[in-house]
């Protein structure tokens, strides 16, 4: 008797979106809180700084869309064109990718024949997705989305970038390098445990290493503006 299978919760259907929205997110506050602190460091004006930040988040944020909308454009034309010459294939030789499926299923332990029946059976229900399945690793019905993924990691970018921005906002004078450093340190330290605790990693550890580039980033970067030491 064949039971209803039971739901059961996995995440490796959340790496896409996941990738693109916790590297937008790190890369948003990580350079424009690295920007304000270089920035500020060089003893400019908080308007300068402010006007600083809103034109690193403005040109991040494009900069993330469009890298990440070619990247993942290539990717999908890459299967695209594997799918279309796979359709070619099955149209003129079935019987050979019938024998081509069943040897794949074969090598993942299956005896011959049940191997053989498999492969008619999928073959005969959905051939094109049997293969770019099980052949190319590429499921049909869940190809890369370039549009998606730059719209994603461009919102991304800036709500991470809107963290230090607002610390510029809300900080006087004499606190603001402070207030901003604090304050985006421990965004990262939220975004690298929720996306460790989403993707179900250490929590923990994913918070460490996120902060620790953060602030390695963001040191470097005022040490750079301090050897200036000129108000911009």
């Known amino acids: 008797m064949i039971r209803a299978p039971r739901k059961e919760m996995h995440r490796s259907h959340r790496s896409g979106w996941l990738r693109a ?24 004006t908080p308007q300068v700084v402010l006007l600083t930040g809103v034109a690193g988040l403005v040109a991040g944020a494009m900069s993330m869309a469009a890298g990440e ?34 040897a794949i299923y074969v090598g993942r332990g299956l005896d011959p024949v049940t191997a053989d029946e498999v492969a008619r059976q999928l073959m005969k229900r959905d051939a094109l997705q049997a293969h770019a399945r099980d052949e190319l690793g590429i499921p049909v019905d869940g190809q890369a989305r370039p549009l998606q993924a730059a719209l994603t990691s461009a919102l991304a970018f800036a709500a991470g970038a809107g963290i230090p921005l607002l610390a510029v906002v809300l900080a006087t004078e004499d606190t603001m390098t402070t207030v901003v450093t604090v304050s985006s340190l421990v965004s990262l330290m939220l975004l690298g445990a929720v996306a460790a605790r989403v993707g179900g990693a250490s929590p923990l550890r994913g918070a ?24 911009v």
């Open 69 to 102: 909308y070619v990247s993942v454009h290539s990717q999908a034309d890459t299967e695209r064109a594997d799918i279309e010459q796979e359709r070619r294939e099955q149209e003129s030789d079935p019987v050979h990718e019938m024998s081509e499926l069943a």
């Open 208 to 231: 460490l290493r996120v902060t620790f580039w953060g602030a390695a980033a963001m040191a470097l970067t005022a040490l750079v503006g301090s050897w200036f030491g000129v108000a």
């Open 21 to 44: 929205a916790v590297l937008g997110a790190n890369d948003g506050v990580v350079s424009t809180a690295s920007l304000i602190a270089g920035v500020a460091a060089a003893h400019a």
